[in-house]
């Protein structure tokens, strides 16, 4: 076993470390003028603005490592000294990877923005290149962790000695992290298929939201009142949902009222145009009001407009509906629903179990006075003040008698 001498190592310390000074004076001075040779590729810009920390560590490592390489192998502690370097150097390695993936995928959202109108073909490639990043990033650390754990010696003979059971080992591990292996294999899929993408408008489990994010795992959904839904990547290849969003952000979106069947439907289509050619969430594809369903008291009309989001569907369908009972208060009061009643003259059936005389009065016979602001019309009690025919005169209810029994 190798000892350390400092009196054998201060020749062999001070080169290492005015070469690894040499290192960063190099990296420092390098960086103006990469900046200026990679400016006009935006590629190869944001990867070097990416790499700017890890090559602060990378390459005054690279410049020990030859120096190491450089000193005796009967030198003192050489070997220990080589080992963490190279581990140190594995690390720096594997953490300008990662740096120079996130600069790719910076890159890429410089490219495609998504701040503009139609932003479908920079949300697609987005996520693809999101959800693949994270995919290399894992993949890097998981090389980068491999290479530091093979340096060692136990490492390996532990390595050779479980080859044997690798079957079993790896049945054992698959069963146990199932979701996880599943979720990142979902992820896969989702990048290349593309079920969904970064700023799709979904509908999951009755909740109306946004992708905000998707993960290597998981994916993010902000829902309209602020709130974040968190929903496993696998779930969306098990199970189906609506992707408001998938080709196009332009919707339909519709808007009920049951009116009376005195409503004139002219008008109300010319208003109804009119408040949404007035609005700027109208996008003037398609504005049509029609009846859709009846009743035994009203009829149900549907108007489906158009919008270039779904966002500003619901706001355009809100000033419709506003708008359009406002309308029918204003210039068709008739037009509100109503319940309509039929009163006859004539005797109430016999299997009401009341007398006839009890239920009916003859046609001379007249009240001795009727209440205040009402008045006589075609044998019943009509109240000039509501227009309601009374319910107790002459076929409405039971006659009181004339004069109060004696």
Not at 147 to 164: E, H, I, K, N, Y
Not at 246 to 267: C, E, F, H, K
Request: aromatic share 6%; net charge neutral; hydrophobic share 50%.
């Amino acid at each position: 076993m190798q000892h350390f001498d400092l009196y054998e190592w201060w020749q062999p310390l001070a080169v290492g470390l005015g070469a690894a000074a040499l290192a960063w004076v190099v990296y420092r001075l390098s960086q103006p003028l990469v900046r200026r040779v990679t400016r006009h590729s935006p590629v190869l810009n944001a990867v070097a603005l990416r790499l700017e920390p890890a090559l602060k560590w990378l390459l005054p490592l690279i410049a020990l490592e030859l120096v190491w390489a450089s000193l005796p192998d009967d030198l003192g502690g050489i070997d220990g000294m080589r080992h963490w370097t190279g581990i140190a150097l594995i690390a720096a390695f594997t953490g300008a990877a990662i740096a120079a993936v996130r600069g790719v995928v910076d890159a890429v959202a410089l490219l495609h923005p998504q701040d503009v109108a139609d932003n479908l073909e920079a949300r697609r490639v987005m996520t693809q290149a999101r959800v693949l990043s994270r995919i290399a990033i894992a993949g890097l650390l998981l090389a980068g962790l491999a290479f530091m754990l093979m340096t060692f010696p136990r490492a390996r003979q532990l390595g050779t000695s479980l080859l044997a059971s690798a079957g079993l080992s790896a049945l054992v591990i698959g069963i146990a992290a199932k979701s996880v292996f599943g979720n990142l294999l979902a992820g896969l899929q989702i990048a290349l298929s593309q079920p969904i993408r970064i700023d799709d408008v979904l509908i999951v489990e009755n909740e109306w939201g946004r992708v905000e994010e998707i993960t290597g795992t998981y994916v993010v959904l902000k829902i309209w009142d602020e709130r974040r839904l968190i929903i496993p990547l696998q779930w969306f290849i098990e199970h189906p949902f609506q992707n408001w969003t998938r080709t196009t952000s332009q919707i339909i979106g519709s808007v009920m009222l049951w009116v009376d069947y005195m409503t004139d439907l002219a008008p109300l289509r010319t208003e109804a145009t009119r408040l949404a050619q007035s609005s700027q969430d109208y996008d003037g594809r398609v504005c049509l009001l029609q009846v859709v369903e009846t009743s035994e008291s009203a009829m149900q009309l549907r108007l489906i407009v158009s919008s270039p989001s779904a966002g500003q569907n619901w706001d355009l369908r809100c000033l419709l509906r506003e708008g359009l009972i406002a309308f029918l208060q204003q210039h068709q009061p008739q037009a509100l629903p109503r319940v309509r009643a039929e009163l006859q003259q004539g005797t109430a059936p016999a299997q009401s179990g009341l007398p006839t005389g009890a239920l009916s009065r003859p046609a001379e016979a007249q009240p001795a006075a009727s209440a205040p602001g009402a008045q006589a019309t075609g044998g019943s009690e009509v109240n000039t003040q509501t227009g309601m025919a009374s319910l107790a005169a002459p076929t409405g209810g039971v006659t009181p008698p004339a004069a109060p029994p004696g």
